[in-house]
């Protein structure tokens, strides 16, 4: 069965370090979303991306986040500066614009960002 | 904010069905109700979602009533793997979830 995929599962990193988080979407997707889930929070919707730009962003996802789609498969998410309040696990979701499973989110395992 | 209200938790006996309600007295006529559900704290797992008719897949049964402003998850035979927090969001499109609280089920042997 097809899945999302997320690398690193973990990732340490320094206050003020730049990180990318890595996900490979559904082969077949074509809209692409990134969450994030602070320890014992709600999971948070940060941005969604179709067509090779942002379609939908919240008010977390500020000038210090940006997205990416650098090749036909990958879909990375870059913190500029991490903060101690980044800290959190971060969700990559796809999902397909037609088919019986059109519109549902697939969710990957997740990658946990811990900055000291 | 989610406009869904869930009960915080629930207990279920291993073997016997879960029903997990969901209040969403707002919906409007082109969102539909969807399920997921966390365990530990994995990705979002994707269970079942339906716009007015109710659905059954190989996970779960979906049962909303005929104004829509409320929906029961059910899930047939729970399993202590089932324990999780569910949650019900409600959608239109392709539009973000919306993730509230949800209800932590725990299911007991």
């Known amino acids: 069965e097809p899945e999302v995929t997320q690398t690193p599962s973990h990732q340490v990193t320094q206050m003020g370090q730049e990180v990318i988080l890595r996900c490979v979407p559904i082969?077949?997707?074509?809209?692409f979303y990134w969450y994030r889930q602070i320890l014992g929070q709600k999971v948070e919707f940060l941005v969604s991306f179709y067509n090779n730009e942002i379609s939908e962003k919240s008010e977390i996802f500020d000038d210090q986040f940006s997205v990416e789609r650098p090749d036909g498969s990958n879909f990375t998410l870059k913190i500029r500066s991490t903060k101690l309040e980044d800290s959190a696990m971060y969700f990559c979701?796809?999902?397909?614009?037609?088919?019986?499973?059109?519109?549902?989110?697939?969710f990957g395992a997740g990658t946990r960002l811990s900055v000291l | 904010d989610a406009k869904t209200t869930q009960p915080t938790s629930m207990d279920c006996a291993e073997g016997r069905a879960a029903n997990l309600p969901c209040n969403h007295s707002?919906?409007?006529?082109?969102?539909?109700v969807y399920w997921y559900r966390q365990i530990h704290s994995q990705g979002p797992q994707y269970i079942i979602h339906g716009l007015k008719n109710n659905e059954t897949n190989e996970m779960a049964s979906l049962i909303i009533t005929e104004d829509r402003k409320s929906s029961t998850l059910i899930l047939p035979h729970a399993t202590l793997r089932d324990t999780a927090v569910y949650y019900c969001?409600?959608?239109?499109?392709?539009?973000?979830?919306?993730f509230g609280k949800g209800t932590r089920l725990s299911v007991i042997a």
């Open positions: 969001i409600v959608r239109a499109g392709n539009t973000p979830l919306v």
């Open positions: 707002t919906i409007s006529g082109n969102e539909y």
């Open positions: 082969s077949n997707h074509l809209y």
């Open positions: 979701a796809s999902s397909a614009n037609r088919g019986p499973a059109k519109n549902i989110q697939y």
